[in-house]
């Protein structure tokens, strides 16, 4: 991915594998997915927004392709309607960058980020983190299980801004085989996700990228790509692959002085799975 600032005009022209966004939904009920966060990104030429969720007091998980080098991100946790000031919202500047060091932004392989907050949240009922999958990783999500993804992304494919309000939707979990028809470089490793059932009108699209996939009130995946703006099937990140690699770096990150740098340059200290496929057709961001 370079630089990802979003044009959203383009966007729903580009006919070519585009980060995703929640399309034809419905609002939250306010505060009912305390977890979520509001990702502001600045980058060299622009601006974006992404989704992403938080884990930890001072951690929040999203996609990696929402980072590129010079990137500034200010997360807003507590949040329903993003134009509003709402008392209970809570805002935070990130102290280090944490994308996998396996990403690859053509492919948007091992597309997952930490973000360490420049301090702890405070827990409430419209701030609370979500539940990662068990450590034995045991997956809760099954092919037909339908999942949750929520976001401020743009919630009618001609609608060309982003909502105020925050949006759901459930979609289907389907066969990876269905979306190599999609996306024939799609990796053959355990690291993604297929969503989103192509018959129907229902999807994720462009500006909430990094959002969970949350089924049965676990997160199992992070939105990532999809084709044709907001038409499914998407592929998501699949949390559980990645458990050793977010337990070691957030641990790393907590002995980390503050007056580091605050852009990752950790390697792998151990072997943690991680896809280093190719696609076919070279995946493309406005």
Same mark, same amino acid.
């Given at each position: 991915?370079?630089?990802?600032?979003?044009?959203?005009?383009?966007?729903?022209?580009?006919?070519?594998?585009?980060?995703?966004?929640?399309?034809?939904?419905?609002?939250?009920?306010?505060?009912?997915?305390?977890?979520?966060?509001?990702?502001?990104?600045?980058?060299?030429?622009?601006?974006?927004?992404?989704?992403?969720?938080?884990?930890?007091?001072?951690?929040?998980?999203?996609?990696?392709?929402?980072?590129?080098?010079?990137?500034?991100?200010?997360?807003?946790?507590?949040?329903?309607?993003?134009?509003?000031?709402?008392? %209970?919202?809570?805002?935070?500047?990130?102290?280090?960058?944490?994308?996998?060091?396996?990403?690859?932004?053509?492919?948007?392989?091992?597309?997952?980020?930490?973000?360490?907050?420049?301090?702890?949240?405070?827990?409430?009922?419209?701030?609370?983190?979500?539940?990662?999958?068990?450590?034995?990783?045991?997956?809760?999500?099954?092919?037909?299980?339908?999942?949750?993804?929520?976001?401020?992304?743009?919630?009618?494919?001609?609608?060309?801004?982003?909502?105020?309000?925050?949006?759901?939707?459930?979609?289907?979990?389907?066969?990876?085989?269905?979306?190599?028809?999609?996306?024939?470089?799609?990796?053959?490793?355990?690291?993604?996700?297929?969503?989103?059932?192509?018959?129907?009108?229902?999807?994720?699209?462009?500006?909430?990228?990094?959002?969970?996939?949350?089924?049965?009130? %676990?997160?199992?995946?992070?939105?990532?790509?999809?084709?044709?703006?907001?038409?499914?099937?998407?592929?998501?990140?699949?949390?559980?692959?990645?458990?050793?690699?977010?337990?070691?770096? %957030?641990?790393?990150?907590?002995?980390?002085?503050?007056?580091?740098?605050?852009?990752?340059? %950790?390697?792998?200290?151990?072997?943690?799975?991680?896809?280093?496929?190719?696609?076919?057709?070279?995946?493309?961001?406005?």
């Amino acid at each position: 991915m370079h630089f990802l600032t979003l044009s959203i005009v383009l966007l729903c022209i580009r006919t070519d594998v585009l980060p995703d966004e929640a399309v034809v939904g419905r609002e939250a009920i306010p505060h009912s997915k305390p977890h979520m966060a509001f990702l502001n990104v600045t980058q060299l030429n622009g601006s974006l927004v992404c989704g992403g969720f938080l884990v930890q007091e001072d951690f929040v998980l999203t996609a990696a392709h929402c980072y590129s080098p010079g990137s500034y991100i200010k997360v807003l946790l507590g949040a329903h309607d993003i134009t509003e000031h709402e008392s %209970m919202q809570q805002h935070f500047s990130v102290l280090h960058y944490f994308p996998h060091p396996q990403f690859k932004q053509q492919t948007f392989s091992n597309d997952i980020m930490l973000l360490q907050l420049n301090g702890k949240a405070h827990f409430n009922y419209a701030v609370r983190p979500l539940a990662l999958p068990d450590t034995d990783f045991t997956s809760h999500v099954t092919l037909g299980s339908f999942c949750n993804v929520a976001g401020w992304g743009r919630a009618y494919i001609y609608n060309q801004s982003i909502t105020h309000c925050l949006q759901e939707v459930d979609l289907e979990v389907i066969n990876r085989d269905i979306c190599r028809q999609y996306y024939p470089g799609l990796e053959a490793g355990s690291t993604t996700l297929c969503v989103g059932d192509p018959g129907k009108k229902q999807g994720s699209f462009g500006g909430d990228s990094g959002g969970p996939l949350v089924c049965h009130d %676990m997160v199992e995946g992070i939105v990532s790509y999809g084709k044709i703006c907001g038409i499914p099937p998407s592929v998501f990140t699949r949390i559980s692959p990645f458990l050793p690699w977010i337990a070691d770096t %957030m641990k790393t990150a907590a002995a980390t002085p503050e007056g580091e740098s605050t852009h990752s340059t %950790m390697k792998a200290q151990y072997s943690y799975p991680a896809s280093t496929a190719n696609t076919e057709a070279e995946l493309n961001v406005c």
